[in-house]
Nanobody, 120 residues
């Protein structure tokens, strides 16, 4: 069955960096786009970033553009989210999601999430 396991969350200071990883199994990873989304306390789910199945194109929410970078290693069945210049408003539970096709549009599976807290 499809499994998505996020890691790399934690506490960071404003201006700091974290790198999230999502290890995928149970499907042909290289055939599907992948995405990251987040949910801040008391708020709805916010899409953060997506990447094509072959890594040829990436997309970002305006709130993270220029600070976050999504990438993937299809040989390791892993997608990453490098987060730089972190802000307190980046505090959220971050989820990895498998998309239904090679482009990052609809989702069909989610991980359990990894907590990111940005605070001094």
């Amino acid at each position: 069955q499809v499994q998505l396991v996020e890691s790399g969350g934690g506490l960071a200071q404003p201006g700091g960096s974290l790198r999230l990883s999502c290890a995928a199994s149970g499907f042909t990873f290289s055939s599907y786009a992948m995405s990251w989304a987040r949910q801040a306390p008391g708020k709805g789910l916010e899409w953060v970033s997506g990447i094509y199945s072959d890594g040829s194109d990436t997309y970002y929410a305006d709130s993270v553009k220029g600070r976050f970078t999504i990438s993937r290693d299809n040989a390791k069945n892993t997608v990453y989210l490098q987060m730089n210049s972190l802000k307190p408003e980046d505090t959220a539970l971050y989820y990895c999601a498998k998309n239904r096709e090679r482009v990052p549009r609809e989702y069909d599976y989610w991980g359990q999430g990894t907590q990111v807290t940005v605070s001094s």
